[in-house]
């Protein structure tokens, strides 16, 4: 017999493991919904969220747009295929894996935003929009819902576990897993998330381009880079794209804080950022690298830290369905780089051209990173493990190690109170944010 068959028979073909006899799927039909702004390796979570119950006979359906056609549903206009929902086909998922875009669409409609405590969801009103999806839902009659989003896409797979939860004994009920979505990095319950790495590459890329543009002419280019409660986008581009400075809100501390201001419309306690200081240390990192016979350099800021200004600078300032300040609308990287340029003026008498620019859309869509391919992929994997294999419902799938699956309770995640989100910041005496800073110029001397 030759080698090329002995061979065959030796190392024979590895196939998908069959379920065990009394391990019957009885979720005959998923629903798909991906909600908030976009990230790479969206179709990785997607399609392989899909194929997995595909491949056990059950039907699949992608919600279109997040929540906005659900959050708007009536009996009396029943969801459309093609318009409101798609039905997923092997056909359908060939090549999706590492494309770009999210091949079913998103949207930031939030159906939950009316409820921020436990007792909302017994008020009719207030649940009301979180009602329509569940009957939206129900008119497909799907079996589970599998939700992929960011921490106010899970806020709200929160409330619609809990809401269904406080429907009557005979009402119809559906198990909710989430998939953690972020450019951001900033989820609790798993080290990184899927989207992020590709993210990084295609800021830093565009930061290294602009050193050297940076050099050409003298010159210094403040970029202000998404990430609006944590630093994660903004330090791993910095470290990457050998930028001279990174500040996110994390470094809203110490001499870089101001004391704690009260609105007087609604009450609330905001930390404010020293404005004047944090313009110093940039002037201070300046000319340290002037001194070094540097007379250019990138300076990376993330976009949460709009969030700290001082007031005067917030008024008039839209918010979102999330409550969230419209930062696009306010340019920090074009205000700081003016109050930059005006302060290096006061301290040293030249004049050096600074040029403020948002970056962070450009990479939402990037080409994945075979990185965040593979961690899409086992993710929408743990959607499917953690509904027929574990019978779980209210987790969110993360992963771990080796890409270990884990699963972690929505009550780990959510404030039980408030029903916000935990953020993680990167902390202070992480070796993390010790390598930005051991990276960047010195400013001690």
Same mark, same amino acid.
């Given at each position: 017999?030759?080698?090329?068959?002995?061979?065959?028979? #030796?190392?024979?073909?590895?196939?998908? *493991?069959?379920? *065990?006899?009394?391990?019957?799927?009885?979720?005959? =039909?998923?629903?798909?919904?991906?909600?908030?702004?976009?990230?790479?390796?969206?179709?990785?979570?997607?399609?392989?969220?899909?194929?997995?119950?595909?491949?056990? $006979?059950?039907?699949?359906?992608?919600?279109?747009?997040? !929540?906005?056609?659900?959050?708007?549903?009536?009996?009396?206009?029943?969801?459309?295929?093609?318009?409101? !929902?798609?039905?997923?086909?092997?056909?359908?998922?060939?090549?999706?894996? #590492?494309?770009?875009?999210?091949?079913?669409?998103?949207?930031?409609?939030?159906?939950?935003?009316?409820?921020?405590?436990?007792?909302?969801?017994?008020?009719?009103?207030?649940?009301?929009?979180?009602?329509?999806? !569940?009957?939206?839902?129900?008119?497909?009659?799907?079996?589970?819902?599998?939700?992929?989003?960011?921490?106010?896409?899970?806020?709200?797979?929160?409330?619609?576990?809990?809401?269904?939860?406080?429907?009557?004994?005979?009402?119809?009920?559906? *198990?909710?897993?989430?998939?953690?979505?972020?450019?951001?990095?900033?989820?609790?319950?798993?080290?990184?998330?899927?989207?992020?790495?590709?993210?990084?590459?295609?800021?830093?890329?565009?930061?290294?381009?602009?050193?050297?543009?940076?050099?050409? $002419?003298?010159?210094?280019?403040?970029?202000?880079?998404?990430?609006?409660?944590?630093?994660?986008?903004?330090?791993?581009?910095?470290?990457?794209?050998?930028?001279?400075?990174?500040?996110?809100?994390?470094?809203?501390?110490?001499?870089?804080?101001?004391?704690?201001?009260?609105?007087?419309?609604?009450?609330?306690?905001?930390?404010?950022?020293?404005?004047?200081?944090?313009?110093?240390?940039?002037?201070?990192?300046?000319?340290?690298?002037?001194?070094?016979?540097?007379?250019?350099?990138?300076?990376? @800021?993330?976009?949460?830290?709009?969030?700290?200004?001082?007031?005067?600078?917030?008024?008039?300032?839209?918010?979102?369905?999330?409550?969230?300040?419209?930062?696009?609308?306010?340019?920090? #990287?074009?205000?700081?780089?003016?109050?930059?340029?005006?302060?290096?003026?006061?301290?040293?008498?030249?004049?050096?051209?600074?040029?403020?620019?948002?970056?962070?859309?450009?990479? =939402?869509?990037?080409?994945?990173?075979?990185?965040?391919?593979?961690? $899409? #992929?086992?993710?929408? @994997?743990?959607?499917? =493990?953690?509904? @027929?294999?574990?019978?779980?419902?209210?987790?969110?799938?993360?992963?771990?190690?080796?890409?270990?699956?884990?699963?972690?309770?929505?009550?780990?995640?959510?404030?039980?109170?408030?029903?916000?989100?935990? @953020?993680?910041?990167?902390?202070?005496?992480?070796?993390?944010?010790?390598?930005?800073?051991?990276?960047?110029?010195?400013?001690?001397?």
């Amino acid at each position: 017999m030759g080698s090329r068959v002995l061979a065959h028979l #030796s190392f024979p073909i590895l196939r998908r *493991p069959k379920m *065990p006899d009394h391990h019957t799927l009885d979720i005959k =039909r998923v629903a798909i919904l991906f909600a908030g702004g976009p990230a790479p390796a969206a179709n990785a979570v997607i399609s392989t969220a899909a194929f997995s119950f595909l491949e056990e $006979g059950a039907q699949v359906f992608g919600i279109k747009h997040g !929540y906005s056609r659900l959050a708007e549903y009536t009996a009396a206009g029943p969801l459309q295929e093609g318009e409101d !929902y798609i039905r997923f086909t092997h056909d359908t998922l060939t090549h999706a894996r #590492s494309s770009r875009g999210i091949m079913i669409g998103t949207a930031r409609t939030n159906p939950g935003k009316h409820v921020s405590a436990p007792e909302h969801l017994k008020d009719a009103e207030l649940v009301a929009p979180l009602r329509r999806v !569940y009957e939206g839902l129900c008119s497909l009659e799907v079996d589970a819902l599998i939700s992929i989003g960011g921490d106010d896409t899970l806020k709200t797979a929160n409330k619609m576990k809990m809401f269904q939860d406080n429907l009557p004994e005979d009402a119809r009920r559906f *198990p909710v897993i989430h998939l953690p979505k972020t450019i951001d990095n900033d989820y609790s319950g798993i080290d990184f998330t899927f989207g992020f790495f590709t993210a990084v590459e295609t800021l830093a890329e565009e930061i290294r381009n602009l050193n050297y543009d940076a050099a050409a $002419g003298r010159a210094y280019f403040l970029c202000e880079a998404m990430g609006r409660s944590a630093g994660w986008l903004a330090y791993g581009a910095a470290i990457a794209g050998e930028a001279s400075m990174v500040l996110s809100v994390e470094d809203v501390t110490g001499s870089l804080a101001d004391e704690e201001v009260v609105n007087q419309e609604t009450g609330e306690t905001r930390k404010v950022m020293a404005l004047d200081r944090v313009v110093d240390r940039m002037v201070d990192m300046m000319l340290a690298r002037e001194r070094e016979g540097r007379e250019y350099g990138t300076i990376v @800021v993330a976009e949460g830290m709009a969030e700290y200004l001082p007031t005067k600078y917030l008024e008039g300032v839209s918010r979102d369905d999330h409550g969230h300040i419209n930062i696009s609308s306010i340019n920090l #990287s074009a205000l700081l780089a003016k109050l930059l340029s005006e302060r290096y003026n006061e301290r040293t008498g030249r004049t050096r051209k600074i040029n403020g620019l948002q970056l962070g859309y450009e990479s =939402r869509c990037a080409p994945p990173h075979a990185y965040d391919v593979m961690l $899409g #992929s086992q993710l929408g @994997v743990g959607a499917y =493990r953690a509904l @027929v294999e574990e019978k779980l419902n209210g987790v969110m799938v993360s992963v771990e190690g080796q890409l270990d699956l884990r699963y972690v309770p929505f009550d780990d995640l959510v404030d039980p109170e408030t029903l916000v989100t935990k @953020v993680r910041f990167i902390e202070q005496d992480s070796d993390f944010h010790r390598l930005a800073r051991f990276l960047e110029t010195c400013i001690d001397s």
